[in-house]
């Protein structure tokens, strides 16, 4: 099977540049940040892998977000503390995590204090590097520690031709390994195929079996299936109104509950973003402390539209 996809409709330009009002004057929707429950790290934008669809353009060239440092993430996870904020959650994104050759020492770090760590990755070579760092926080903090491996179909063709040839059986064997050595490994997977979720879901509950990994294809933390994202798709913008009209809350969207720390080539030091989806955009820029970053935002990018509001997507989801 390879990717099913139709032309997108092209993005009027009119929409998404008014942070308080729509093309068509109306109202736009901004979301509060209800609680920091989340607080994710971009570790550096380089990966070993260069990805079709890459929302982050993650490569082995691509360093314009460069390497936190563990000190760096310190700073973060003192304010939490010092001001009393109710994280419970720090994510690891990228990238590819394993790169940075201090994710060992945040997560010891995140892990000490008594947070929960959530690491995203493709289970491949930089990760097997790190696995006698990985066995000893398992053996030290359980299942604190969560690792999500990015698998894009249940079948090889679809991943492949996402992620490049041969990039299947490295990030099997990484899940398998995973699994075997007492740890209990999430998937994360997406729409590429142009299949139903059901079809995707019952897809790798075949694979996991056929792989002995005790992995609920049907329970959406478990396997996460993301909605696909487009800047240049045509969507929808949301008005204030929209909330009523789907029915759904702004407390439903990520930026709610979560804000993400980045830090830009060439820059001193490193910012808070609104949204792991967002890492150039300088208006989703926030400000340097969490304490900064803690204003509404306004859900002024096709990805708010489509992937958090109408996709359903969260990074984080527990």
């Not at 068509?24 to 892998?49: I, M, P, Q, Y």
């Not at 949301?238 to 809350?249: D, H, M, N, P, V």
């Amino acid at each position: 099977m390879v990717p099913m996809t139709e032309p997108p409709s092209q993005l009027d330009p009119r929409k998404f540049q008014d942070p308080f009002t729509t093309a068509k004057g109306e109202r736009r929707a901004h979301v509060a940040l209800r609680s920091l429950d989340t607080l994710w790290f971009n570790t550096g934008t380089l990966c070993n892998l260069t990805c079709q669809h890459c929302y982050i353009e993650s490569s082995p060239k691509n360093d314009r977000l460069i390497y936190l440092t563990a000190a760096e993430v310190a700073e973060y996870l003192d304010e939490i503390e010092a001001d009393g904020l109710p994280t419970s959650l720090i994510g690891f994104t990228g990238g590819e995590p394993f790169m940075n050759l201090e994710l060992p020492e945040m997560l010891e770090d995140v892990l000490s204090r008594g947070f929960r760590a959530l690491i995203l990755t493709n289970a491949m070579k930089p990760m097997a590097k790190c696995k006698s760092a990985l066995l000893e926080l398992r053996d030290r903090f359980g299942d604190r520690l969560t690792i999500r491996v990015s698998i894009d179909h249940y079948g090889p063709q679809v991943h492949e031709v996402e992620r490049g040839k041969r990039s299947w059986r490295p990030t099997i064997d990484g899940l398998i390994w995973l699994s075997r050595n007492g740890f209990s490994p999430h998937v994360a997977s997406r729409r590429l195929s142009g299949e139903s979720e059901a079809a995707i879901r019952s897809g790798f509950a075949g694979l996991f079996a056929d792989l002995g990994v005790a992995i609920d294809s049907a329970d959406p933390v478990a396997l996460t299936v993301f909605p696909e994202m487009g800047a240049g798709t045509d969507v929808p913008e949301i008005t204030e109104a929209c909330w009523g009209i789907l029915g759904k809350s702004p407390e439903s969207v990520m930026c709610a509950t979560s804000r993400m720390v980045v830090k830009r080539k060439g820059a001193s030091h490193p910012v808070v973003l609104a949204c792991t989806l967002l890492p150039y955009d300088p208006r989703f820029e926030l400000g340097r402390t969490l304490a900064a970053a803690s204003g509404a935002v306004p859900l002024n990018h096709p990805h708010c539209a489509k992937f958090c509001v109408l996709g359903g997507g969260a990074c984080s989801r527990e």
